[in-house]
């Protein structure tokens, strides 16, 4: 029996790519969501948790986006019920892009988990949401240098006005279906660091990570996360896949 049932599951019947929000608590994930899908829409909770699930669908250029609104988190750390069905719907839920919500007022704070999901995927599409917020408050934020500096599409947007959700529409499309490829510059960590990750990444040649990255895994490994191995098992057994 499988622990989680992923939306996923349903692509072969009425999505043509699954497209999954993340973000910090409070920066419009659920505004957005709703600007995407409007009434098409149902929520339950994640099997086996009770953390809230939110999925909807929404047609864009003759095709089905399911969109699917992770629980909000400030890293994916997995130190939480939430954390956790983020981090493995993230990393096991095979989502075909990843819409990661940030606060335009505070970017700084949300960038961390930006880049913390741009270590796993490059999937990735970053919405500076509340930009009118800090257009009131008199910030400037250059979005082509940010995209630049990141490596992904970053759209503009104020969501409960509905400004840029086209764009994001486009985005998300672009990616999903592999018109755009994003190019994430990773981030480089000491010499220290990253010389404890190469002894690991070789360690970890003969495992198999379900499709992820060794880097990645070394990196939570190093940071003490062993719950990412026991997820690792759990999906790997879950979907009857052999180790390589
Ligand atoms: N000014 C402004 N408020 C927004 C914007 N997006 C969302 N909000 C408001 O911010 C609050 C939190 O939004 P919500 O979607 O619940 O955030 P979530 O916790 O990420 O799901 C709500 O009161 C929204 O109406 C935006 O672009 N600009
Ligand atoms: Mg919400």
Redesign the pocket.
């Known amino acids: 029996m499988r622990q989680y049932c992923w939306p996923s599951e349903t692509r072969g019947i009425s999505a043509d790519y699954v497209a999954a929000l993340a ?1 910090n ?7 957005v969501f709703n600007a995407l899908t409007g009434l098409n829409q149902h929520t339950g909770n994640w099997p086996g948790k009770t953390v809230l699930q939110a999925q909807g669908y929404y047609r864009h250029r003759g095709k089905t986006a399911l969109v699917v609104d992770l629980p ?1 988190t400030y890293s994916l750390s997995a130190r939480s019920p939430e954390e956790e069905v983020a981090r493995d719907f993230i990393c096991f839920g095979q989502p075909d892009v990843i819409v990661v ?1 940030t606060d335009a007022t505070c970017l700084e704070r949300n960038l961390n988990l930006v880049l913390q999901i741009l270590e796993i995927t490059s999937k990735v599409v970053v919405c500076l ?5 800090a257009e009131r408050k008199g910030m400037k934020l250059d979005v082509d240098r940010l995209a630049d500096e990141l490596g992904v599409p970053v759209v503009p ?4 006005t509905g400004r840029g959700i086209p764009q994001l529409k486009e985005s998300i499309h672009s990616v999903a279906l592999g018109e755009v490829l994003p190019q994430p510059k990773p981030v480089a960590y000491s010499r220290q660091l990253e010389e404890a990750v190469r002894e690991l990444e070789k360690g970890l040649q003969a495992v198999y990570t379900n499709g992820l990255s060794r880097r990645w895994v070394a990196l939570r490994l190093l940071e003490g996360d062993y719950s990412v191995i026991s997820a690792i098992r759990r999906y790997t057994a879950a979907e009857g896949k052999q180790g390589d």
């Open positions: 973000g608590p409070n920066t419009g994930k659920s505004t909000g919500m949401n509340l930009m009118d917020e947007t104020a969501a409960h």
